[in-house]
């Protein structure tokens, strides 16, 4: 199925400019409050309840980013995305003006409707790109969702240090208020594709508690306790869940979420080659970090204060911005392939360098640029690989479906890579910080995850190949 004609009356900078906010949105949320937790310990008196800030949010973004991609997919995406947009709006003002935690937490549960952001845009990008420009739009999509996380580290720090942490919904509040006005303005309406028969709304049902039961037995399973009850039965019954979802919906006449996307080689390598950036890459923001913000006294660490650690983290995000648009630029040029074995090698350096290396700032700094700038590049290139071969009324969910792979990969990775630095720690002045040891495992099993990912990207189909979906894509667009 070819791509719809675009219209020429389409006015492209002005539309990007409207989406590219509502990406800012979406990644500002994300990263805002990494940088606050310590602060917000410190006040609230909770770990627990200072996670579950993070955690809430990441449970909803995760259900948010296939079922409302598939939406926009069917409604039309400007409708949806106007939509999450609200939501992001109503959560960022119920944790501003709330009293207590518990609804901070609720306000941050309601934001995290903006994982239904990214996905959404890539289907407005490739429904009314030119089609030759269209890889390099999704790339800047993907290198402002890099720089949006810059800022919301800076800013998180800068509140919580010189203000009130919970100020920094303010900024939250305001920029999907501003986006809302861009995309009424500047995105054209678009239409849905009509669905034969009754929407699938079981599909989603089923979707959303697994996925979240996933991610929630693997976020709390260090405070539960990883043989628990709790802990066992939650993954169990999720596993069970996502079992029993994939099986209704390869079987569904018009499923919600086609699973039979995965079917195709480019797509599934792609969703692979995201979940070993989850799993590995992503993880610089826990390590590097850490290890910044790590006392020097305690073996290890270059002993930075929090902003201090923040400020010095934005090169990396200005790399990982100037990724992106290099991953369009390389993928129209030669293939998004030859972009993801590039961005996966690039990764591998850098972890080899902060392995040599990981106790002067030039080196940790230089590791964190190269990682960051890799991270850059396979988000651009990935999004670009599975719009190159996903039906393109299924665009926003196919992409949405790359995004809750990596965000469970990230949930996975975050808690393995905190297993990793407890298992090996030294005391000073009476708190507990990781060994050299510890570090260099974390270091070691980052680099492999992202050598695997090297192999993902060169088993993926060459440019020249056959690029047809596979039959059974094939089928369900004859369906749809």
Avoid at 416 to 444: I, N
Wanted: charge should be positive; include cysteine; hydrophobic fraction near 50%.
């Amino acid at each position: 199925m070819s791509q719809r004609p675009v219209d020429a009356s389409v006015r492209i900078v002005p539309m990007m400019c409207a989406l590219l906010l509502a990406d800012i949105t979406s990644t500002l949320e994300v990263s805002m409050l990494y940088s606050a937790l310590p602060t917000i310990v410190r006040e609230t008196g909770s770990i627990s309840g200072a996670g579950w800030l993070i955690t809430a949010y990441l449970l909803v973004q995760a259900g948010a980013a296939a079922i409302g991609g598939r939406l926009g997919d069917i409604f039309g995406r400007r409708k949806v995305l106007i939509g999450a947009l609200i939501l992001c709006a109503f959560g960022s003002a119920t944790s501003a003006f709330a009293s207590n935690l518990n609804w901070i937490i609720v306000g941050r549960a309601i934001q995290g409707a903006s994982g239904a952001i990214l996905p959404l845009c890539y289907g407005l990008v490739r429904e009314n790109a030119p089609s030759d420009r269209s890889p390099f739009w999704v790339s800047v999509m993907s290198g402002a969702y890099a720089l949006g996380g810059a800022f919301g580290f800076i800013s998180g720090a800068a509140f919580s240090q010189y203000g009130h942490w919970q100020q920094v919904f303010y900024v939250t509040l305001i920029l999907p208020m501003l986006a809302i006005a861009g995309v009424l303005l500047f995105v054209p309406k678009t239409v849905g594709r009509s669905v034969a028969g009754e929407i699938d709304l079981l599909g989603g049902v089923l979707f959303v508690p697994a996925v979240t039961g996933i991610l929630l037995a693997v976020s709390l399973g260090p405070t539960w306790g990883w043989t628990s009850p709790a802990t066992s039965g939650t993954l169990a019954a999720s596993v069970l869940c996502l079992i029993g979802w994939a099986v209704y919906e390869s079987r569904h006449r018009t499923p919600l979420i086609d699973v039979r996307l995965l079917g195709n080689r480019q797509i599934a390598l792609s969703n692979g080659i995201y979940f070993c950036a989850g799993l590995g890459a992503v993880q610089i923001v826990l390590v590097l970090m850490m290890l910044m913000q790590q006392p020097s006294a305690a073996g290890v660490g270059l002993g930075l204060s929090a902003v201090t650690a923040a400020l010095w983290k934005l090169p990396g995000n200005l790399c990982s911005g100037a990724g992106g648009p290099l991953a369009g630029v390389i993928t129209k040029r030669l293939s998004g392939r030859v972009a993801a074995i590039f961005g996966a090698a690039v990764q591998v350096v850098a972890w080899l360098l902060v392995i040599v290396d990981h106790r002067s700032m030039a080196s940790v700094i230089a590791a964190m640029m190269l990682s960051s700038f890799s991270s850059g590049v396979l988000l651009g290139a990935v999004p670009n690989l599975i719009l190159e071969v996903a039906p393109p009324h299924r665009s926003s969910e196919a992409t949405g479906i790359s995004s809750v792979t990596r965000a469970i990969a990230t949930a996975i990775g975050t808690q393995l890579m905190t297993s990793v630095l407890a298992s090996s720690s030294v005391v000073l002045d009476g708190h507990r910080y990781p060994s050299e040891g510890s570090y260099l495992l974390a270091f070691w099993l980052i680099t492999g995850v992202s050598s695997v990912a090297i192999l993902l990207a060169i088993a993926l189909p060459r440019r020249g190949m056959p690029r047809n979906v596979t039959t059974a894509v094939r089928a369900a667009q004859q369906r749809s």
